[in-house]
């Protein structure tokens, strides 16, 4: 089942501007990692972060995350039209397997 | 970097036949294979996991005798749709991970079944 809901749906920003996506999820977790998929491809891996980071930085990317409320956050800085994708988030549970579970994903358009 | 590849890339075949789709761990080694269906604008839908040399671990609600699955090394797990059905037209993506990593999967391009 997915467990990941990503807030919102949709994003359409200018380019150059910053972009933010949120992801929430319900139970305790080892680690959340953030996937890109352009459309019809395969997915990309972005950034891990560990229930005992708050916060990761790669390049233009940066990734927050709050064990509190269950949340992450992906900031894209300085987008460009080449950002533009569906960007998933996905979570690896505590328990049992360790295998991700993804969130419904946020599907960015950068406007050149 | 880890690279996976998916064969074919695209698929178009009659109702009632069967689909057999190949993902290749093509430099690394991989003791677990997923799988994953993707319909149109959503989410990853996990089918079941793939261990080489085990039976593969199905999802609730994926059944195990339409969606054959088979791990025969540590670089390649098959997919076969049985009797497909229109209803199975979908985007098929694997993933594969690394024995020494345990958190990262590395996913190949994906395979767009049309049951016509």
């Known amino acids: 089942s997915q467990q990941g809901e990503e807030d919102p749906q949709a994003l359409s920003i200018q380019e150059g501007e910053n972009a933010t996506m949120n992801c929430s999820y319900k139970t305790s977790i080892n680690n959340l990692q953030w996937y890109r998929q352009n459309s019809g491809r395969g997915l990309v891996h972005l950034i891990l972060i560990r229930s005992n980071e708050r916060e990761k930085h790669s390049g233009r990317l940066r990734v927050t995350l709050d064990t509190s409320k269950k949340s992450s956050s992906l900031l894209i800085t300085a987008s460009r039209a080449a950002d533009t994708a569906s960007y998933f988030c996905?979570?690896?549970?505590?328990?049992?397997?360790?295998?991700?579970?993804f969130g419904q994903g946020t599907r960015l358009t950068i406007n050149p | 970097g880890a690279v996976v590849s998916q064969h074919p890339s695209r698929v178009i075949c009659k109702s009632g036949t069967s689909v057999k789709i190949e993902c290749r761990s093509l430099d690394f080694q991989a003791t677990t294979m997923f799988w994953y269906r993707q319909f149109p604008k959503q989410s990853l839908m996990l089918m079941a996991t793939?261990?080489?040399?085990?039976?593969?671990?199905?999802e609730q609600g994926v059944e195990k005798d339409k969606f054959l699955i088979n791990h025969a090394s540590l670089t390649l797990s098959t997919l076969t749709v049985t009797s497909a059905h229109p209803e199975d037209s979908s985007f098929y993506i694997c993933?594969?991970?690394?024995?020494?990593?345990?958190?990262?999967?590395?996913f190949g391009p994906g395979t767009r079944l049309t049951v016509t």
């Open positions: 996905a979570t690896v549970i505590i328990q049992g397997a360790q295998k991700l579970v």
């Open positions: 793939s261990n080489e040399g085990s039976k593969a671990t199905y």
């Open positions: 993933s594969a991970r690394r024995q020494a990593v345990s958190y990262e999967q590395y």
